[in-house]
């Protein structure tokens, strides 16, 4: 009996000595980020007021390098992978670590404000919000990701693990074609285990992405026999270019609108009797009269699903629907490559409750999993199928992204560090 009481205080003493060992890790990680919160915040500043629109190459650059430069100060070695070949600026890499998991962040540099917007500068509103073209999308994410790892280097648990970062120059609009624009993102992927981004999800701080639609773009072209229009509906005529593409538009719209999760959006149309189509710059314009039937017609959309699956049934669906054309008419429905669904999986669920009990554990409450349809394609849909895990949408948080009302609430800035700072270590802790 007395060997089995001191082998139980042994134990006691073990397990105690481990957790407060593991507490002493943590508060140190957290007196960390606190102290450097201003320096943090003013890194944030910095980044958003260089202009990085997507297609301002020098801009993306500038703010690669702001971010490269940090990344090396913790230890990393940085990559800038060159765009040329997919029609951009580029994307900065940067790696760190050679044990324990193998952990891929996810962040982007480019914005969808241009060079020349209005929309240009980091600018306090008073309280806790700073508005600031890409503050939220992503430059706030980007800096979390860089004070995170930071906050593990100065607490002594960076070597505990194995960091990619990759933040890509192009999320705002990819580089063709996606097999190169894409490939540090796969390839990173494929080295991880565990893939998290930081993007603002759909900005609530109370939620994160386990699931994100996949976005592919489509193009339908249609074709009718032009003739004085007193001749349209007749055999020899038929119904024109118009009428067959209504048709075709009102049944994807029946045929799919039920199928949960999926959209799908005609964003331009032009017909008449000659169209005339820029793909360059998305603009198309046509001529026509009243009183000829339309020859030519051109449709452009979007289709977003959340599996791959579901993605095949309605794409099956719609040329089933092109295939049945009317009198005279024909029509050509083709799918560009685009960005994969991330679907919901049990390893995303897992990660997501880990993240979850850390923010409660910090007193900030519990995390759940964002509804699908409220969260856009993001760069972390290439990376999802090859990692056991994967996460999004623990960046910096607020209202208006996409548009001049783009919003920081910087009450979120510290806690997401914090958490993702605290879930790399226990991920380490885990292996």
């Known amino acids: 009996m007395r060997a089995l009481c001191l082998a139980l205080v042994t134990l006691f003493v073990t397990a105690t000595t481990t957790a407060q060992a593991k507490d002493d890790t943590e508060q140190a990680i957290l007196n960390a980020i606190e102290a450097r919160l201003p320096a943090a915040e003013r890194l944030l500043e910095k980044a958003v007021n260089i202009n990085s629109g997507t297609l301002n190459f020098d801009g993306v650059r500038q703010v690669g390098a702001l971010f490269g430069a940090e990344l090396k100060a913790i230890g ?36 969808v404000f241009a060079k020349d917007d209005a929309f240009q500068k980091f600018a306090p509103l008073g309280g806790d919000m700073i508005a600031g073209p890409g503050i939220t999308d992503m430059k706030g994410g980007d800096v979390i990701i860089i ?10 648990v960076l070597d505990d693990v194995s960091i990619r970062i990759v933040m890509t120059g192009d999320e705002e609009s990819s580089g063709k074609p996606l097999a190169k624009s894409k490939k ?63 048709r075709i538009l009102n049944e994807f719209r029946l045929q799919l609108e039920g199928m949960e999760n999926l959209t799908f959006n005609p964003g331009r149309i032009v017909g008449g009797t000659r169209v005339k189509d820029d793909k360059s710059n998305d603009t198309a314009s046509g001529f026509g009269k009243t009183n000829v039937v339309a020859k030519e017609l051109y449709v452009t959309g979007g289709i977003r699903a959340l ?27 083709t799918f560009e490559p685009g960005y994969p669904p991330m679907a919901p999986t049990a390893g995303n669920a897992k990660l997501l409750a880990l993240y979850s009990e850390i923010s409660e554990r910090l007193g900030y409450g519990a995390i759940e999993a964002v509804n699908p349809r409220k969260a856009g394609a993001a760069d972390i849909s290439f990376a999802a199928d090859h990692v056991d895990m994967a996460l999004d949408g623990m960046g910096l948080m607020g209202p208006g992204g996409h548009t001049k009302d783009e919003q920081a609430d910087m009450t979120s800035f510290k806690k997401n560090i914090e958490k993702a700072a605290l879930l790399i270590h226990a991920l380490a802790g885990a292996e």
Request: no cysteine; charged share 20%.
């Open 147 to 156: 004070e995170a790892v930071r906050a593990l280097k100065a607490a002594g």
């Open 307 to 333: 599996s791959p699956e579901q993605l095949a049934e309605a794409k099956a669906k719609m040329q089933a629907i092109v295939a049945d054309n009317l009198l005279h008419t024909t029509a050509t429905l």
């Open 76 to 111: 990393f070695e940085t990559e800038w992978v060159e765009g040329a070949e997919f029609g951009r600026a580029g994307h900065l890499v940067a790696s760190f670590g050679n044990k324990g998991p193998k952990i891929l962040m996810i962040g982007h540099l480019d914005t």
């Open 184 to 246: 540090a993102i796969v390839d990173a992927a494929i080295w991880a285990d565990v893939a998290i981004g930081f993007e603002d999800g759909d900005g609530n701080i109370k939620t994160a992405v386990t699931a994100r639609r996949g976005s592919v773009n489509w193009s339908l072209t249609v074709t009718g026999r032009p003739a004085h229009s007193s001749q349209i509906f007749t055999p020899d005529v038929g119904y024109g270019a118009i009428l067959e593409a209504s």
